[in-house]
């Protein structure tokens, strides 16, 4: 197969079955999985092809730079791109599943269409390295997410709302930024306008646009007031997507922005001030998972201050001891965070399917007749989340670690420390009741009787990405060596 | 591949594949028969005898985990597969509440245990080690009761604090050696820094139960099922001991007068733990209280091997030590646990002298396992402290036996099935006893052995306890005279001593987070914050931005060109006319910070620069770069 | 020229008030309209700026504009969702029910 058209299917693939699935209604379960299943093999002709060359370049149509489209295919895209494509396939077949207990509706016709769109959309906008097309992409990922968020009806047409405003704003202030850097360089390309792109207080006003636009898609403290509400009210494989990837997609433009274009004026506040917002958010968005009542509330709190811990790579890689294992660890949080994240949330459906609810106290223990394979999904998945050995998360604050006590970068270091805490303080509220297995508490059980059977798929395709997340961290040293020899960001 | 490294291998797969093996229902009904097997393997390797060259690597995983099988590592492994293997036997004849979650968590913990004892490398021992500490939260945990769930929080609470110890030192060390490196457990601790070798000691320590960190110890052991207790106390605690030892193996070196604090502490641990063993009643608590007093022994042991006093003869004493407490305490706990549930005179009087044999080998009676430990801690301290602390424990294990002798059978714990019950689990008590007798004979090398037999040492071994007779006499005697002396008052507990109750303030903060948080979501708030956030970001890029651009010395002058140009986007229009780009900065400034007013720049303004003609002088160059 | 920038910043500043202050849902996205309008107004201005006259902003104001026809219709789309939820008339403006959630 030749690379080039294999990236091009990497973003056509998803775009034609949604067409597929638009017109033919019916075909949309098929061409979702045909999707998922066909694009496994080709990312992985890409990731070979990566190992084996490192990074490099297309230009879309043959055009160079200034004047048509580029992508620019290294270890940070390519792993995000698995990533997508792992939890929406995952996504996929439990949302599949899940359609066995719901009644037929008007809605489910579009719900298809619209998660295949975001996903073509998704895997575009890793690739892509032109900021308007970026844009375009940014757009369109935005309005399929709202409407799949807005899919669930009741209360999450209201957070679909929030959110479909939030994200408008980002990406209106993102296009400022790009067109105040466009008319300061003449040039969209990520990699020209690197070259390119001086401290000048233009290319400042442009960074400050793009920045706060990309922190309010990515949610950031305290920008982070859609989140909550969107992923926890949407249903779960929609919550799973955006959580784990879309989210995840605008902090990696963060990332190619500020190691590309503005590297210059990275190092000191500016990336002190990343690092402190993110600090901002793991301790705000972990005390506030705390508090939650619901079992997907947690979960959403828990992305805003999960993220926090990858904005700590800006401060980290400028500290200049071990840039590139910051890098690394940044990397590998994004996927170990994106999997657990997924998993959680899966699971986090198949319990609330089961109990009528997602309220902690509603939902009974595994031994209560519920789904135990829910239940070890989410065991396994909160130990990446907090960081157990040898899952991935492990090996991302692990990195971390090293790089910040590398620095001396203390209050870093102390961040990661206490946002382990805070992690542990909510999953425990989460595994807390179930834990007390044999307990007469009469508290923990559920005011209903039996729980509702369901297919057991559901609970197979959380328990899939939950495995993932801690397989990843048992092969840290090998996707080290690939990240570095992928090219890694910087 | 030859046959040690199959073994190895074997050996740490086999909980795993235990736990395979229960997707078969027909075994996930008797799930606990696999318990002692699990552990087999594992005791057959370290029979075999260590065989440091024969490691294996698994290619791939972590960083390249390594396992391998030195001496350190089998005088943990020999009497710690034996007390699983002997604990699991046990259990499978134990009335459990789940027998399969008890199990799982078994398993888990085996799993753990195994791979950090017969790991090589520092990951691959962190893994295990936090693998084991989690999982025996099932076990504690497993009846389900209120006290069992506290002393499970408690448990879990401690051991995260530990946990995260030992991640901060894990990577710290990874850090030195090479970044994403896993370095080699042999030789760690040469030239490590003392701050991250204080984080192993908390995280080792708090594992150990070492005296001021073993809060968790009595209260967990109390709670868990007869056979957890049994592995917690006999085999798990002292993979903290494990950890020290590799480091100061290693070559770790404690500056000043760390040693010998270390002992102190240890024996002051040793007093303490039995002083508070001697007010409780309940045998298993005792029993806790026995295992923490002995591990501030270990951690005298350490302190001298750190003090670089004869250390071999410190190692050989501690692996002794360590034996004979380990199968020792294993054979107290499962007697305890038989004891509870036989009602039969004759079964009880066997288990009673039992119980006897084990408290006195503890005790270090002459002849005994303990005896052996003793003549290692008398190479480092004076005779006379190591009989006192023969005569403390030996005291703890007089107010044990009594305690054991008089409560009575637990009703709860009475299997209903009847008849042959009292007998179930009596062989593998008997086999960790006659183990814990025999074991530390085989393990001491012949100068220890020899020591141990000279009519001195026998002596020197007698007299403690007759002490502890003594005054336990004593004690009886004037307690029978008169009635009421030397009784603690029954402290109570109080029902909110333990009780989950956070402090006062917690709940004004959450509710404080929350309400704030809510503001946070206000689209007005958002306007601000957002317009905050925008200020913010230009100000930390404009006050970091290379001075030389500017030609201003000062580093904030680029706040001040950016502030110049805001506020001459009145003033000279000619400024853009030349190039739109100093208009955008300032329309970005001026736009987006509402909040600013315009007043506020020249304040900025005044803060970078501080004379006005400098000021003129910044923006002047500035214009001159931006039209050219 | 600098007019037109003049006015976008304007525009801008109007557009984030009536986002972030207005409560009413049409408001808001007609608010998000006068801010892209902005944007697509400092485009053009920009793209007068240069030399030669470039025509890449136009195509970006182009798409730009191809764009936001379709998150508007979206957000009118969601706009009446929300009210018909609300069981108010649809009509978005006037009185309690439009209020932002």
């Known amino acids: 197969m030749s690379i080039a058209l294999a990236t091009a299917m990497v973003v056509g693939l998803p775009l034609m079955a949604a067409a597929v699935a638009f017109a033919h209604p019916r075909r949309g379960r098929m061409a979702t999985l045909g999707t998922g299943l066909l694009l496994l093999p080709v990312l992985a002709v890409l990731v070979l092809e990566n190992l084996r060359t490192g990074p490099w370049r297309q230009d879309l149509g043959g055009w160079a730079a200034p004047l048509g489209i580029g992508w620019q295919i290294d270890a940070l895209a390519l792993t995000l791109l698995v990533l997508t494509t792992v939890v929406a396939l995952a996504a996929a077949i439990y949302r599949l599943a899940e359609r066995r207990l719901v009644p037929d509706s008007r809605q489910r016709r579009y719900f298809w269409p619209l998660w295949l769109f975001l996903w073509g959309g998704l895997n575009a906008l890793f690739l892509s390295a032109d900021l308007f097309n970026l844009y375009v992409i940014l757009e369109m990922v935005a309005l399929a997410a709202v409407a799949l968020i807005a899919a669930a009806g009741g209360p999450a047409l209201a957070a679909a709302w929030r959110y479909f405003l939030a994200t408008l704003l980002g990406s209106t202030l993102y296009l400022l930024g790009v067109a105040l850097l466009y008319g300061q360089y003449g040039a969209l390309d990520i990699a020209l306008l690197t070259g390119r792109a001086a401290e000048e207080p233009v290319t400042l006003a442009a960074a400050v646009m793009i920045t706060l636009g990309l922190l309010l898609k990515g949610a950031i403290f305290p920008l982070h007031f859609w989140l909550p509400s969107a992923h926890g009210r949407a249903h779960a494989a929609v919550s799973a997507v955006l959580s784990a990837v879309v989210v995840t997609a605008a902090f990696y433009l963060l990332v190619r922005l500020w190691f590309g274009p503005f590297a210059g004026m990275l190092p000191g506040l500016p990336a002190q001030l990343l690092g402190l917002l993110g600090a901002a958010a793991v301790i705000w968005g972990g005390v506030l998972a705390m508090l939650q009542r619901h079992l997907k509330m947690v979960i959403a709190y828990s992305t805003v201050s999960q993220l926090g811990f990858g904005l700590l790579v800006f401060p980290l890689a400028t500290a200049g001891a071990l840039p590139d294992q910051a890098h690394a660890g940044m990397l590998m949080l994004l996927l170990a965070h994106g999997l657990a994240k997924g998993s959680l949330f899966l699971a986090a459906g198949c319990l609330a399917w089961q109990w009528g609810s997602d309220h902690l106290r509603r939902i009974g223990p595994p031994m209560a007749g519920g789904s135990l394979l829910a239940w070890i999904a989410i065991a396994l998945a909160a130990a990446s989340l907090v960081g157990l050995p040898p899952s991935g998360g492990f090996v991302a604050k692990w990195w971390l670690l090293e790089s910040a006590l590398a620095a001396r970068a203390w209050p870093w270091a102390a961040v990661i420390v206490l946002g382990t805490f805070i992690t542990a303080g909510y999953l425990w509220r989460i595994l807390r009741d179930p834990l007390r297995l044999g307990s007469d508490d009469a508290a923990v059980v559920p005011a209903q009787g039996q729980p509702l059977p369901i297919p057991l798929a559901m609970p197979r395709a959380a328990l899939l990405l939950a495995l993932a997340a801690i397989g990843s961290g048992l092969f840290a040293t090998a996707l080290r060596s690939a990240f570095a020899a992928g090219g890694l960001a910087g | ?628 | 020229m600098t007019l037109y920038l003049l006015l976008a910043i304007a525009l801008l500043i109007i557009g984030l008030h009536g986002l972030f202050v207005r409560a009413q849902l049409m408001r808001k996205i007609l608010a998000l309209n006068v801010l892209t309008t902005a944007v697509f107004l400092l485009l053009v201005a920009l793209a007068h700026a240069a030399e030669v006259l470039d025509p890449v902003p136009h195509a970006m104001v182009l798409t730009g504009i191809v764009v936001t026809v379709s998150t508007t219709a979206v957000a009118l789309g969601l706009m009446v969702r929300l009210l018909e939820q609300r069981g108010g008339p649809a009509n978005g403006h006037h009185g309690r029910d439009s209020r932002d959630p």
């Open chain 2, 1 to 628: 591949m030859n046959a040690t490294q199959l073994a190895l291998l074997l050996a740490v797969l086999a909980p795993w594949l235990a736990l395979t093996a229960l997707a078969l229902p027909a075994l996930r009904r008797r799930a606990t028969i696999l318990l002692p097997l699990a552990a087999l393997p594992a005791l057959l390797l370290a029979l075999a005898g260590p065989d440091p060259d024969a490691g294996i690597v698994l290619p791939g995983l972590l960083d390249q985990a390594r396992l391998a099988l030195d001496g350190t590592a089998r005088a943990f492994l020999l009497p710690g597969a034996l007390l699983w293997l002997l604990a699991g036997a046990y259990a499978h004849r134990h009335p459990l509440t789940h027998p399969l979650r008890f199990a799982v968590f078994w398993l888990l913990t085996l799993a753990g245990y195994l791979l950090l004892v017969l790991a090589a490398d520092l990951l691959t021992f962190y893994a295990g080690f936090a693998l084991m500490t989690f999982a025996a939260y099932g076990l504690v945990t497993h009846t389900g009761g209120v006290t069992a769930l506290r002393a499970g929080r408690l448990y879990l609470g401690l051991m995260l604090i530990g946990e995260v110890a030992l991640f901060t030192a894990v990577a710290w060390t990874t850090m030195l050696a090479g970044p994403g490196n896993s370095p080699d457990l042999v030789g760690l601790g040469a030239g490590m820094e003392s701050a991250a070798a204080l984080l192993f000691a908390i995280g080792f320590g708090l594992k150990l139960g070492a005296p001021g960190l073993h809060a968790w110890l009595p209260r967990a052991h109390a709670v868990a099922p007869v056979p957890a207790s049994a592995v917690l106390s006999g085999v798990m605690i002292k993979v903290g001991a494990l950890g020290a030892w590799r480091l100061l193996e290693g070559g770790l070196e404690i500056p000043g007068h760390g040693p010998l604090i270390l002992t102190a502490l240890g024996l002051t641990g040793t007093f303490y733990a039995v002083a508070a063993g001697l007010r409780q009643s309940e045998p298993k608590t005792i029993l806790a209280w026995s295992s923490v007093s002995q591990m501030g022994l270990v951690v005298a042991l350490l302190g001298m091997a750190a003090a670089g006093t004869s250390p071999a003869a410190v190692w050989a004493g501690l692996a002794v030590m360590l034996a004979h407490h380990g199968l020792a305490k294993g054979a107290l706990f499962l007697g305890t646990g038989l004891l509870a549930t036989a009602a039969d005179r004759c079964t009880r009087r066997a288990l009673l002298f039992g119980l006897v044999l084990a408290g006195a080998a503890l005790a270090a009676a002459p002849l005994s396992g303990g005896a052996l430990a003793k003549a290692a801690l008398t190479t480092g301290m004076p005779g006379w402290l190591a009989g006192v602390t023969g005569t403390a424990t030996a005291l703890l294990m007089l107010h044990f036996l009594r305690r054991a002798a008089s409560h009575p059978p637990e009703p709860d714990l009475k299997p209903t099935t009847g008849g042959a019950v009292d007998t179930r689990g009596m062989t593998p008590w008997l086999l960790t006893l006659v183990a814990g007798l025999l074991l530390p004979w085989w393990l001491a090398d012949t100068s220890l052995r020899e020591y141990a037999l000279i009519s001195t040492a026998l002596g020197d071994g007698l007299w403690p306890l007759l002490l502890a007779g003594v005054l336990a006499g004593g004690a009886w005697w004037l307690r029978s005279r008169w009635p009421g002396i030397g009784t603690v008052a029954a402290r109570q507990p109080g029902p909110d001593r333990s009780a989950p109750r956070p402090p006062p303030g917690m709940a004004r903060l959450a509710h404080w987070w929350t309400l704030t948080e809510r503001q946070l979501h206000r689209w007005p708030v958002i306007g601000r914050v957002a317009t905050t956030m925008i200020l913010l970001l230009a100000l930390a890029l404009a006050v970091s931005a290379t001075p030389a651009r500017f030609a201003c010395k000062q580093a904030p002058t680029d706040a001040l060109a950016g502030g110049e140009l805001a506020l001459g986007l009145s003033a000279t229009p000619a400024l853009f006319a030349c190039r739109q780009a100093p208009a955008e900065v300032g329309a970005a400034l001026a736009a987006n910070g509402r909040v600013l007013a315009r007043g506020e720049l020249p304040g900025t303004l005044a803060a970078g620069c501080s004379g006005r003609a400098r000021q003129a002088e910044c923006a002047g160059r500035f214009r001159t770069k931006a039209g050219a």
